[in-house]
């Protein structure tokens, strides 16, 4: 029996143990852990961190879990034009930006952290660069037309759908909003670390660069916590960094189709921030006419040109907020239209963008590295650099391990493994007994 035994051991190392090590790769000690927040910055937010299982315990994780949301709410606390419900969960009463607001005219300065003198400073620059395209003091007409919040109930097809709340405001109340917009009027004191607004009724609005400005600061804080890969989806604002160890190479980043339907196209590179500013998602239906969300500083009426949504790359850099900076030109570069908006991406040399038209066409600048995607049909022309080009569309599998936006989930190979052990001991068994040697009996007289 113990002959036996030690048979059986033995056999089983060589057929189950041995095969089963093999199999399971050595970058599989890298796993990826998805981080889910609902209840900040008006969307829905996923964050993906690929990390090394013998690096970083259950704790250290909960930790990063924590400390993001952190950073989520700050941001609310900063940047919000309005009571958050988990501000309001908290007691806070108004962030920063609101207490500029309600102060503007006063001549009582507001104390803010470094946090908002450096967003602050990314709006203006972008105000500039857009010719007032995209302006942080759009907030007067934002709060008057209110298309964001109204968008539930003035959808045809939203079930909470009450044509009682759809109206468009007066040209008188859009006139009197627009007199007090002007970006070149706010007043920063970098010194003593203060924003003001000189004009009563003046109210910044930084909704259109929050988002990309909290993608931001939760980079810093995951490359700061020793991680060389992770995605961040903030609504329409996404994040890659570095490359991943599971699925090496370039990192892929599917764009929405604002038509519905497959995604158009796959972004590809490590390191960039992504973000698309569109117009098929907020809009409110008054009558038989349409009014989104990206409001005109100079008009004060939704934006008029033909085109459904832009998307902006920008690659990371330390000390650059990247994806503030693509939020914001979002916006910026849709005010300027298709032919202005794509001359200044494609005059930037740390700048690609694609621009998609309501007659289905995309448009992307010349050095944009990406593939066509299988939404991307013969109902759809595509010009790189202005020229139009013949494409086919990318066959796709949804576990196509070539997707780095696919999480790496180790239950296949864990479960292959114990198929590994099973079947292997299995094989001992029957081996070690097939080859055991009858014993000799004596030949009955």
Known sequence: MKTIIIKITI?????????????????????????FYWDYLDTISEIRVEYNKNQYSDDDLNKVDEEIEKILFDIEKNFSISVTPMMGSYKIEESTLMKINRLSGSGERTTVNQDFLDLIKVAIDVAEATDGGFDPTIGPLTTLWKISELSQYCRTDSLDYNPEYCVVPSEEKINQALEKIDYRLIEIDETAKTVYLPEPGMKLDLGAIAKGFAADKVTEYLIDQGFEFFMIWLGGNVYNYGESKIYPGKTGTLLTNPFGGKYLIKFLGNSQTIVTSGVYERYIEVGNDIYHHLLNPKTGYPYENN???????????EGYYASAFADAFATGIYALGLEDGLAYAENRPDMEAVAITKDKKVYATSKLDFEPYNGLTDEFELFVGGEKVDF??????????????????????????????????????????????????TKEE
């Open 307 to 317: 085109l459904m949504s832009v998307s902006i790359v920008l690659n990371y850099r």
């Open 11 to 35: 056999a089983f190392f060589f057929f189950a143990v041995i095969p089963t090590a093999l199999f399971v790769d050595a970058e599989s000690e890298y796993l990826i852990k998805r981080f």
């Open 392 to 441: 086919e569309p990318l066959p796709t599998n949804p576990t196509n391990p070539e997707n780095p936006t696919d999480p790496y989930d180790p239950t296949r190979d864990l479960l292959i493994a114990l198929i590994f052990i099973v079947v292997g001991f299995g094989a001992t068994v029957l081996l070690v007994f097939t080859l055991k040697k009858p014993k000799n009996k």
